[in-house]
């Protein structure tokens, strides 16, 4: 199956804020609920990438997901001159909470990058966590060294990062090796996106597949790419606690992290640890899954703290 990205547009408004515009999606509550849900998307992302989640999220109460600076389809920090730090994000995400919900209480999706952009938000502005009525991780991470990656891969990321973060090589970065041509022919070879085309149902997904990846390479600023790549390759946040409870969800077929490593961070650094493992194949959902193919990135223990689900839906993700 394969997501309709087109009907996510209707729910697609732009978003001004701190000189730059970019969009945000907000799927307004169901029937009585009153949660609100903000998504804080991961690396390589759109709003449209995450379609199907955000619709999941909104079985539960309002889902307001923004563009990331330089993701999607936003303007880039270097736009007003600040770089695509983690400072950065976590400064961004502060005023967006400020400005959208006032003095309201929000329940907060990291996912993966996300979840690191949420943790420094926190780290910086300790005051918002009264605002924070659930804290979900979803396969987040805390620390370097909860990759999988051999020191020599890791390195080889990271310089390469810099080096390509070197203007003008993002712009001839983007016009030579992003280009439509060259993507479809070699992008799903490599060794991070094998394991991605490897969940396609078929042709048409794979299709599919090739067609949001292109949009996504195209799209996505290389320079806060870049930028933020070495950010998350080297990221720490072990040192400064943070006063909430936080829910992990997570796979044991992870391609990416190490969650034993994971626990013992979060249980360190948050006030209290709540594992949700999820039987999902990868890291992510496919980034043309639908509703449905999505749901299990959601368990049902992460469910009953939203205090909503039904018997269908627990059954559905048993």
């Known amino acids: ?22 969009r945000m999606l907000r799927l307004p509550a169901k029937k009585k609920h009153t949660r609100e849900i903000l998504v804080i998307y991961g690396h390589h992302s759109s709003l449209e990438r995450w379609w199907g989640l955000a619709q999941n999220f909104n079985d539960y109460g309002a ?27 976590a400064d961004y995400l502060a005023a967006f909470i400020k400005m959208q919900y006032r003095r309201k209480k929000v329940t907060i999706v990291g996912i993966s990058f996300g979840f690191l952009v949420a943790t420094r938000m926190l780290q910086r502005y300790p005051e918002l966590t009264s605002r924070v009525e659930l804290l979900i991780s979803a396969m987040g991470f805390m620390h370097q060294d909860n990759f999988k990656f051999t020191k020599t891969r890791l390195n080889f990321y ?23 041509p ?11 996106a094998r394991h991605k085309f490897a969940q396609a149902g078929g042709e048409e997904e794979v299709n599919a597949m090739m ?27 072990t040192e400064e606690k943070i006063s909430l409870p936080v829910w992990h969800v997570h796979t044991l077929k ?17 006030s209290e640890f709540n594992p949700a493992p999820i039987t999902a194949r990868a890291h992510a959902p496919s980034v043309v899954a ?29």
Do not use: C
């Not at 390469?160 to 970065?173: N, V």
């Not at 060259?182 to 991070?192: D, E, G, P």
């Not at 990846?213 to 080297?234: A, G, H, K, P």
């Open 182 to 192: 060259l993507l479809r022919a070699f992008y799903a070879r490599t060794s991070n």
């Open 1 to 22: 199956m394969i997501q309709n990205v087109a009907d996510a547009a209707e729910f697609i408004s732009p978003l001004h804020i701190n000189g730059m515009d970019g």
């Open 290 to 318: 639908t509703k449905i193919e999505s749901a299990v990135f959601i368990p049902k223990d992460v469910r009953k703290m939203f205090g909503l689900a039904s018997k269908k839906s627990v059954m559905k993700l048993k």
């Open 158 to 180: 990271v310089y390469s990062a810099k080096i390509i973060s070197i203007l003008p090589l993002p712009f001839i970065f983007r016009h030579t090796l992003l280009t439509a």
């Open 211 to 237: 067609d949001m990846e292109v949009d996504l390479w195209q799209n996505n600023d290389v320079r806060t790419y870049m930028r933020t790549t070495i950010e998350l390759l080297t990221v720490n946040h």
């Open 254 to 270: 992870d391609n990416y992290f190490d969650n034993e490593i994971i626990e013992q961070q979060m249980r360190v650094i948050f």
């Open 63 to 89: 889902v307001t997901m923004p563009d990331l600076p330089g993701f999607g389809a936003m303007d880039s920090f270097y736009k007003i001159g600040r770089s695509a730090t983690l400072d950065s994000y």
